[in-house]
């Protein structure tokens, strides 16, 4: 037979936690009336949030510094690839600035060639250079332009300041002109202050000729300009020819020797004139403006 007990008696852990619980619903309501009245709760929500700025802003850090690196990412990427359209630009610009240096320098050569023919009054042709060769032993020019166009074997080549050579080879589309500084030319000269006549030979540099058996009882001396004489029919007279720069004595010590400074660029430009063929009774052409403040040859036609 079971014996009645009755309730259990209530055990000491309940009752501290009921006492607890009643002890936070009186903390909480009596916060809740004093905020009511004060609000100060929101005031110590605000200094919290003032004391806890510092650790957002490490919490935020990481991701800030990753977007920091993306945006340092591109921004170099960016500018890496605007430095090398930059540099492109650069190169494409200086290019184009070269060649319209080029360009400019060509037309004033251009413009001397043609001002000095006008000015002469010569029957000219304007020819253009299609190939050079400068070797010591063999001073060629070769022109576009060939018998098709008038060009013939004998004619002679001038530039803006004076003779550069005779055509010796004629096509129908080229023509190949043996320059004054080859070692095989020689062109009949004379001094435009005495007239004195003499032989300029070549000597396989396109910046020197050479004067050879001046006696030394000539009247010939360094800076005296040397211009064609027209001896031999093959170049008309009054054309510079160069510059008489130094004389010696040769080995022999009985006639002297010169060096000679071309008149015309021999090495540059990309153009020449052809001297056409004087009609008959046509009065010869003048000098050209290289040697115009020289006084004329005494033995040069005018």
Sequence with gaps: ???????AAPRSSDVAGT??????????I??????????????ARSHASVAMQPVWWLA????????????????????????RRLRNELLVGAARQARLQVEAEENARLRGLLGAAERGGLDVQLAPILDVDLDPTRQRLMLNAGTGLGVHRGQSVIDAGGLVGQV????????????LTDPDHAVPVAVARTGVRLIVYGT??????????VPL??????????????????????????????????????????????????????????LRDRAPGRAPPPAAPAASDAPPAPGATP
Excluded: C, K
């Excluded at 010796?168 to 320059?179: H, R």
């Design 30 to 43: 009596t916060l809740l009336v004093f905020d009511h009245r004060g609000d100060w709760l929101a005031q």
């Design 204 to 213: 396989g540099r396109s910046d020197r000729l050479e004067l050879r058996n």
């Design 168 to 179: 010796i080879e004629a096509t129908p589309t080229t023509a190949v002109i043996l320059l």
């Design 1 to 7: 037979m079971s014996s009645y007990a009755g309730p």
């Design 60 to 83: 935020g850090l990481p991701s800030r510094l990753g977007e920091s690196v993306r945006d340092d990412a591109a921004t170099r990427t960016r500018l890496a690839e605007e430095n």
């Design 19 to 28: 006492l607890r619980l009643l002890a936070y619903l009186a903390l909480s």
């Design 217 to 274: 009882s000539s009247d010939v001396r360094a800076g005296d300009v040397l211009i064609t004489s027209g001896l031999g029919g093959r170049f008309p007279p009054g054309f510079p020819v160069g510059t008489i720069a130094a004389l010696r004595p040769d080995d022999s010590r009985a006639f002297l020797v010169g060096d000679v400074h071309a008149a015309a660029q021999l090495d540059r430009g990309r153009d020449v004139l052809l």
